[in-house]
């Protein structure tokens, strides 16, 4: 029965996700948002992510130690892989997380993708293949989380990317949704140069790509460092890490459910998924924890002051999703994958909420710009009360849930840096630290502004008529706001900390998630202090942008410390102009080459042939001079023998 | 003769016949349909040749070639010439891919004939002369045989460009035959070498190098090596390839694509490894270098690229670099590797040339620059295109990633501070072909509908739909369950790298 719901997380939405392919793309009446093609789309798309959530939270119940059952997939001359599951506390606890987003996602969709009060035209949403595409992502995204073997969670991980980017390229309207699409593939398969050759290392040196077989593996030391800094290449690619963070925000150009699916609650989340489910792996390579430790750090204030100056809702919230992603990496760095999970947990509630209500806001005012929006707290009460408590838990506001979730984040780091606890150097410990506790004032300070521009204040669009949305838009967004606001209190819960043990079995360490110290009141006292500085500045003026006190850093934050001319004057550009010469080189150097032995020998033979076309008198003594030369031969040689 | 003697030499037969009773038959359509029919009696009897016996229960070591059904008869006996063909795990699914592309592209025929050339039932009767071609190769275990088989395709393809391509057909035609000629040269000599060496022509005996001399081998193994570099191809030796494809008809780039270059590579593995493995061991550096030049270059050359059709050859180059990387690892994992690589490169690159053709003979137009916003107007169309070229970009699950990811791994496992530069080299070249492919879908379909897409219909003939399908089908199916290509390949691949590691 277990095996059964195992195979059943990601194959029930996959076969939605097939069968839903099959449907006509753009069917009649898909302009009006109605028709039977349509209608196929939403029921396939919802039972597919209703039935994953039911398997999930069965699983929950049938799973607390880890159980895993594989088959041979295929063996490529004595490597051995494997088709397989492979579950614990921790995969079903986040195949919940992603199957009930997915299922928001799903009924929120068939709200969003319909005509809606700011077209002037009739849109075809083309509704078929996105909800198809939807379903083939939770498949993939389950996939990589059930997956007993290294080989099938790359098919997941891959396959979660390029629906990635036919999602974000899905709006025909947005003509720069296509480059963001690529760039978004583009960047994370970068990174997958490095996860592919790390998975090659560890699967060559066991023999086997089964995850139990590589966790049983001795390595060495050295195979071990360059695998862990490998995998954590496509780590970085697919969790927008710093340096390969650059595709998130423009991914933003995806329809909003799919911000909130994809680039909030749970592909982004895969990197730290994986690299908490080869924790042990890492945990014997602290040259690799160290790495990933500066690496998180940088990604944390990165993305938490590129926060700051944003004017685009949706972009701020991405660069948020950059930073909280920081606080996961780095609690694995300091050695507490159970922090870095717990955190990955409430974040997949509280940004999918915040996505989701800041979607409910551009429906209603048809402009992301927050510059365009203020004053929309009394024409929209249940939108700001979900999206209080949506910006609450981000910035950590107690008791909702991030707060003891980046809680359990510090306390870890503040343990590695004090006394030296955990596999990584205390340095990194330090780093991680400082960062985060940096990061906490900074995201108070970026919320605070957030709620401040959109929802208090006279409003800036005076022509629209903003209004709670409609219940298919309404109830997804309710129900995300509950483990919002109270997942937090499961730290609480013995069975909950037991799941989340890296590793599942004996060997695993007692989890302790909350941390009920003094030091609680440092990140309390700054998160304080960030959100009082913000509300200062905008009560002074309340129509002006409180992002203007960053002065001459504004523009350089706002175009996030200008990382994208760096990479595209570093890679883009040179890559380009070397495709060029390549080009060129190739069809006049080596074809030029072939063509020119060809024009040659044509040459070659014209000539002979005009020697060989002469008149009579020059022929004739060609032929005695021939004859001549035979006959000289023949007396030399004669002669000499 | 056992029902397994009487297939293999159906399957020879029955193109052979239907070739000459498609040109035969009076009336265009008919000889289309007599030809179509032979393509699929074809494709049947290739199907049943997996039966047969595989294990290997007798005493002593096992031999390196182990055919399921031989036919082995005298041939010429003045010179002796034997006929001698058989199949195993190497062969059959190059076998089988050959037989279902041949049919496929008749059935194409049967609904359009490219226009400007000469009649349909020629066409016909000419792709069926290149299926004997190409199936005799693959089932040829004498290797004067072999050549002879390896030469019958290239005149009748000859023909195919030049009669039924584009503006510049005969161009590309002519550079298409004498560069192919000049392989063919050098395959002569090497077969030749090899012969006059070892005092036959037996493949089954020659395999594992049969008492040649060092010397010898590493002559042999050079020359055969360039020979089936030149049909692959590997780069430098590639350049006929764009030109053949581009001007190339519809059917006749499926099938140079599909299944002729895997005469290169096939003929590689057999013959070069397996007549001269000690010269293998002595060239694969420097063939694995090729490989990974190939790879690297036939990306960035993509990336710079502005038409469709040539662009898909040269991805081809890429693909092939990869499969000739895992050859030049001499693993077991490498060997099967490039196996699959080859199959899954003849079914999705067939698929990109279908879909390119059908582009091109709708919008008139094959230059990127003209080609813009597709799923506006064809989505089903765009969608196979994304498909299809997301397939080629070796994403994990679909057919194309095994062959590339596992030429990698193959190159990490031969370890040392050269194969993993090169492993290194080649998966950055995988994102190569992410970059490129992206870039062609990202100009294709993406966007407003240019002047050139604006009139299409959105609808696909049924003789389109039913010619792809089992291609995109294909891709799935193998993406999925690799062992369909595989795990009749394990046993052969294990015995002729003993061989060559002996």
Same mark, same amino acid.
């Given at each position: 029965m277990t095996g059964l719901l195992a195979v059943a997380l990601p194959g029930v939405p996959l076969v939605a996700g097939l069968l839903g392919l099959l449907l006509p793309p753009s069917p009649r009446g898909a302009a009006t948002g109605e028709g039977p093609a349509r209608r196929a789309a939403i029921a396939l798309g919802v039972a597919g992510a209703a039935l994953a959530l039911v398997a999930a939270v069965a699983l929950l119940f049938r799973v607390d130690g880890p159980v895993e059952a594989a088959t041979e997939w295929v063996d490529l001359g004595g490597l051995r892989i494997t088709l397989g599951w492979r579950l614990d506390g921790v995969a079903v606890l986040v195949a919940v997380a992603v199957a009930a987003v997915a299922l928001a996602v799903q009924v929120y969709s068939i709200g969003y993708l319909r005509r809606g009060p700011h077209d002037d035209v009739e849109v075809d949403h083309r509704y078929p293949p996105y909800a198809a595409q939807i379903s083939l992502f939770t498949a993939a995204m389950l996939t990589v989380v059930v997956s007993g073997d290294l080989i099938l969670l790359l098919v997941g991980w891959e396959v979660m990317g390029i629906c990635s980017y036919l999602l974000i390229a899905h709006d025909r309207r947005l003509p720069e949704a296509p480059a963001a699409a690529v760039k978004a593939f583009l960047v994370t398969r970068v990174g997958d140069v490095g996860f592919l050759l790390g998975i090659a290392l560890l699967g060559v040196g066991a023999g086997s790509f089964r995850i139990a077989d590589v966790l049983a593996h001795d390595y060495s030391a050295g195979t071990l460092t360059a695998a862990c800094l490998l995998l954590l290449a496509g780590v970085a690619g697919k969790s927008a890490q710093f340096p390969l963070h650059t595709w998130l925000p423009d991914a933003m150009a995806g329809p909003t459910p799919i911000s909130a699916l994809i680039h909030a609650a749970t592909m982004v989340a895969a990197g730290v998924y994986a690299v908490a489910r080869l924790f042990p792996l890492f945990a014997q390579a602290p040259a690799a924890l160290a790495v990933l430790g500066v690496m998180a750090a940088v990604t944390l204030l990165l993305g938490a002051f590129a926060a700051t100056a944003q004017d685009d809702i949706k972009r701020v919230l991405a660069w948020s999703t950059v930073s909280q992603i920081g606080y996961m990496t780095g609690a694995l760095a300091v050695g507490a994958p159970a922090a870095a999970l717990f955190h990955l947990l409430t974040h997949a509630a509280f940004k999918a909420l915040l996505f989701l209500a800041a979607g409910v806001v551009i429906h209603a005012v048809g402009t992301t710009l927050m510059s365009r929006m203020g004053g929309l707290r009394a024409a929209m009460p249940v939108t700001f009360w979900c999206m209080?408590?949506?910006?609450?838990?981000?910035?950590?506001?107690?008791?909702?849930?991030?707060?003891?979730?980046?809680?359990?984040?510090?306390? $870890?780091?503040? $343990?590695? $840096?004090?006394?030296?606890?955990?596999?990584?150097?205390?340095?990194?410990?330090?780093?991680?630290?400082?960062?985060?506790?940096?990061?906490?004032?900074?995201?108070?300070?970026?919320?605070?502004?957030?709620?401040?521009?959109?929802f208090?204040?006279?409003?800036?669009?005076?022509?629209?008529?903003?209004?709670?949305?409609?219940?298919?838009?309404?109830?997804?967004?309710?129900?995300?706001?509950?483990?919002?606001?109270?997942?937090?209190l499961a730290a609480f819960a013995p069975w909950f900390v037991d799941r989340l043990r890296v590793p599942a079995d004996a060997s695993g360490e007692a989890v302790e998630l909350v941390h009920l110290a003094p030091n609680l009141v440092l990140p309390f006292l700054l998160l304080l202090l960030g959100a009082g500085i913000a509300w200062a500045g905008w009560r002074r003026d309340p129509a002006a942008d409180p992002a203007r006190f960053l002065g001459p850093l504004r523009p350089l934050f706002a175009r996030a410390f200008r990382l994208d001319d760096v990479q595209h004057a570093l890679v883009v550009r040179p890559a380009t102009a070397l495709a060029r010469v390549v080009r060129t080189g190739d069809e006049l150097g080596v074809d030029g080459l072939v063509e020119g032995s060809g024009r040659a020998a044509v040459e070659l033979g014209g000539g002979l042939a005009a020697l060989h076309r002469a008149a009579l008198p020059r022929a004739a003594a060609g032929v005695l001079a021939g004859a001549l030369l035979i006959g000289l031969a023949v007396a030399l040689i004669g002669v000499t023998s | 003769m056992t029902f397994g003697q009487f297939l293999l030499v159906a399957v020879l037969a029955v193109p052979a016949l239907g070739a000459v009773a498609a040109a035969a038959v009076p009336g265009d359509r008919a000889g289309r349909l007599v030809g179509t029919a032979a393509a699929a009696l074809t494709l049947l009897a290739t199907l049943p040749l997996v039966g047969g016996d595989h294990g290997w229960f007798g005493y002593g070591p096992r031999p390196a070639v182990q055919a399921w059904h031989q036919v082995d008869v005298s041939w010429v006996p003045g010179?002796?010439?034997?006929?001698?063909?058989?199949?195993?795990?190497?062969?059959?699914?190059?076998?089988?891919?050959?037989?279902?592309?041949?049919?496929?592209?008749?059935? #194409?025929?049967?609904?359009?004939? !490219?226009?400007?050339?000469?009649?349909?039932?020629?066409?016909?009767?000419?792709?069926?002369?290149?299926?004997?071609?190409?199936?005799?190769?693959?089932?040829?275990?004498?290797?004067?045989?072999?050549?002879?088989?390896?030469?019958?395709?290239?005149?009748?393809? #000859?023909?195919?460009?030049?009669?039924?391509?584009?503006?510049?057909?005969?161009?590309?035609?002519?550079?298409?035959?004498?560069?192919?000629l000049f392989g063919s040269v050098l395959l002569l000599v090497?077969? #030749?070498?090899?012969?006059?060496?070892?005092?036959?022509?037996?493949?089954?005996?020659?395999?594992?190098?049969?008492?040649?001399?060092?010397?010898?081998?590493?002559?042999?193994?050079?020359?055969?090596?360039?020979?089936?570099?030149?049909?692959?191809?590997?780069?430098?030796?590639?350049?006929?390839? !764009?030109d053949a494809h581009t001007q190339a008809p519809t059917v006749g780039s499926v099938i140079l694509a599909g299944v002729l270059l895997k005469m290169g590579t096939y003929g590689l593995i057999r013959v070069a490894v397996g007549v001269a493995p000690e010269g293998a061991r002595w060239a694969a550096p420097v063939l694995g270098v090729l490989a990974v030049a190939a790879i690297l270059v036939g990306g960035l050359v993509c990336l710079a690229q502005d038409e469709l059709k040539r662009l898909i050859a040269y991805s081809s180059v890429g693909h092939m670099g990869f499969v000739l990387l895992g050859v030049a690892t001499l693993t077991a994992t490498g060997l099967q590797a490039a196996l699959i690589g080859n199959i899954a490169h003849g079914v999705i690159t067939g698929l990109l040339f279908f879909l390119a053709g059908a582009i091109k003979d709708r919008a008139h137009t094959g230059s990127l620059a003209e080609l813009s916003g597709l799923r506006e107007t064809a989505p089903r169309l765009a969608g196979l295109l994304g498909f299809a070229a997301v397939a080629s970009l070796g994403l994990p699950g679909l057919a194309g990633f095994w062959g590339e990811a596992f030429a990698v791994v193959a190159a990490v496992r031969r370890g040392g501070g050269l194969w993993t530069t090169l492993a290194v080299l080649a998966a950055l070249g995988g994102?190569?072909?992410?970059? #490129?492919?992206?870039?062609?879908?990202?100009?294709?379909?993406?966007?407003? !509908?240019?002047?050139?897409?604006? !009139?299409?219909?959105?609808?696909?003939?049924?003789?389109?739909?039913?010619?792809?399908?089992?291609?995109?089908?294909?891709?799935?199916?193998?993406?999925?369950?690799?062992?369909?290509?595989?795990?009749?390949?394990?046993?052969?691949?294990?015995?002729l790298v003993g061989v060559v590691t002996r």
């Open positions: 209080l408590i949506g910006l609450g838990a981000l910035a950590g506001v107690p008791p909702l849930s991030g707060f003891w979730s980046k809680d359990g984040v510090l306390a $870890a780091a503040q $343990a590695a $840096a004090l006394d030296g606890a955990g596999p990584a150097p205390a340095w990194v410990g330090w780093l991680v630290w400082l960062a985060g506790l940096l990061g906490v004032a900074v995201t108070a300070w970026y919320a605070t502004r957030l709620l401040l521009r959109t208090f204040g006279t409003t800036r669009v005076p022509l629209a008529h903003p209004h709670d949305p409609p219940a298919v838009l309404r109830w997804p967004v309710l129900l995300l706001a509950v483990p919002a606001a109270l997942l937090g | 010179l002796d010439l034997r006929f001698h063909l058989g199949v195993d795990g190497i062969s059959w699914p190059l076998v089988v891919l050959t037989a279902l592309l041949t049919l496929l592209c008749c059935g #194409y025929t049967l609904w359009r004939v !490219p226009s400007g050339g000469g009649s349909g039932r020629v066409l016909v009767a000419l792709l069926l002369v290149v299926e004997v071609g190409i199936l005799g190769t693959f089932l040829a275990l004498d290797l004067v045989l072999f050549f002879l088989f390896f030469e019958v395709v290239l005149l009748p393809m #000859y023909a195919i460009i030049a009669g039924w391509g584009g503006e510049d057909r005969r161009r590309a035609a002519r550079k298409f035959a004498l560069y192919t090497g077969v #030749y070498v090899v012969v006059a060496a070892a005092g036959t022509a037996d493949l089954v005996t020659l395999t594992g190098g049969a008492g040649l001399s060092r010397g010898t081998q590493f002559a042999a193994f050079t020359l055969l090596a360039l020979a089936f570099a030149v049909k692959s191809p590997l780069w430098p030796l590639h350049s006929w390839l !764009p994102a190569l072909t992410a970059a #490129y492919l992206l870039r062609l879908l990202r100009r294709v379909t993406h966007g407003r !509908p240019s002047p050139a897409v604006a !009139p299409l219909a959105p609808g696909l003939a049924a003789a389109e739909l039913t010619a792809w399908a089992p291609l995109v089908l294909l891709a799935l199916a193998v993406g999925l369950a690799p062992a369909l290509v595989l795990s009749y390949a394990s046993g052969p691949v294990d015995a």
